[in-house]
């Protein structure tokens, strides 16, 4: 019985956190942001990641500012979105995973590259989550 308990206590506690996992997070060095700012873009996709992803996780997010400066220059001109000024911009590379259900994505399938694009600082704001054409 006491067995058993335990078991139920295992399961229980696993169905609430099991799905409710955080991303491993990953913040390099930066000369434009502080890494409260950067931390707070990161909670800002953390936190708002299933309107953008019907189902599945968020499993890894990264800030690499090298990277992030690039495609400012290089894929932001490219995508359709509107901004206020791309001094602004931060780029946000993901792993996620798709769960049963995702549009043109398979199920069950572990994706690299998945960008976040958010305008801030003072408040953060996804302007744009996809992967680059």
Same mark, same amino acid.
């Given at each position: ?29 930066? !000369?434009?942001? =502080?890494? /409260? ?5 990161? %909670?800002?996709? $953390?936190?708002? *990641?299933?309107?953008? #992803? &019907?189902?599945? !996780?968020?499993? =890894?997010? /990264? ?5 992030? %400066?690039?495609? $400012?220059?290089? *894929?932001?001109?490219? #995508? &359709? ?23 043109? #994505? &398979? ?27």
């Amino acid at each position: 019985m006491k067995l058993l308990r335990l078991a139920f206590a295992f399961l229980l506690t696993f169905g609430i956190t099991g799905c409710s996992s955080q991303p491993t997070e990953k913040i390099g060095n930066s !000369e434009k942001y =502080s890494k /409260e700012e950067i931390g707070s873009a990161i %909670n800002e996709v $953390v936190n708002s *990641y299933s309107q953008y #992803l &019907d189902s599945g !996780e968020l499993l =890894s997010i /990264e800030y690499d500012e090298k990277e992030s %400066n690039q495609l $400012v220059v290089d *894929y932001l001109p490219r #995508l &359709d979105i509107s901004y206020q000024n791309k001094e602004n911009i931060i780029f946000l590379n993901s792993t996620i995973k798709t769960g049963k259900v995702q549009g043109a #994505l &398979d199920s069950y399938t572990k994706y690299d590259n998945y960008y976040w694009v958010l305008e801030g600082p003072k408040t953060w704001k996804i302007i744009y989550a996809g992967f680059k054409n």
